[in-house]
């Protein structure tokens, strides 16, 4: 009965947000461009053929211009440039989302420890926490995916291992302020031990932040991913955005003037980031009762 009476509360909740979140015209705009480009990323296997990633299959010319059968051109081995920024798509969203989880889990992990048990785990965490934020998280992003072996996995761990410590700040405090509620009090009071409390009191009034604090990390995740792949230290075997372009930079698209081989990932890094970035201002700004508009 109880259990019924709390998920009858969150659907409730997740109504009222929904409902608030409908009326930021930004958020809604973003959500609705991430609901294509996510749509188009999963349905690539359907809606093109992946064999045109391979050289040995191209059919195109040289960096083509658009025109001919191929509607963005090619590239520096006569592949299209559309297929590849589709199936490029999914590198860069998995990337980004699987990195993002990776860093928001452990950082609300060691933020609702450091504020919970105090003493010296919120010493040592802190600690830690303060020494990851003082090192340039590209740089150190960078020297991760180095080491590791080529790979999407090595760039998840990278980008995931550099950019938790921003999310266990956030969540320290939030943790603090739940924690003063009379109602955690009331549960001390009645014998609830450390996990009960963590399990259905903090964790569940840290959670709004925490989600709207996710979804702003996923663009910087993909920034990130982005600028390494650029940089040339992407999975070679995989396409994203970022590895195209590496490419177009290193095959000299640039001295030919291939705009078509450099503006459409571009162009697709840049509105992902910008629609995550609006719901994110939208989540924050409707989950978070001090920024919305009076």
Known sequence: ????IAWQRRRAAAGRVWAQFRTDRGGLIGLVVLTVIVLLAVLAPLISDRSGLDVTHATGGILKPPGDGFLLGTDESGRSVLLLLLWG????LLVGLAATLLSVGVGTIVGVLMAHFGGWVQAVLMRVTDFFLVLPSLVLAAVLSTVLTP???SIIVAIGATAWPTTARLVRSQTLAVESRPYIERSWALGA??????GRHVLPAVAPLVFANTTLNVANSIITESTLSFLGL???NSPSWGSMLHNALATGAVTARAWWYLLPPGVAIAVVVLAFMMCGRALEAVLNPRLRER
């Not at 798509?89 to 860069?92: E, V």
């Not at 031990?193 to 963590?198: D, K, M």
Request: proline share 5%; no cysteine.
């Open 1 to 4: 009965m109880t259990a019924s």
């Open 89 to 92: 798509s999914r590198i860069s």
């Open 151 to 153: 790979g999407i996995g």
């Open 193 to 198: 031990g450390h996990w009960h409390v963590i």
């Open 234 to 236: 992407g999975d070679p």
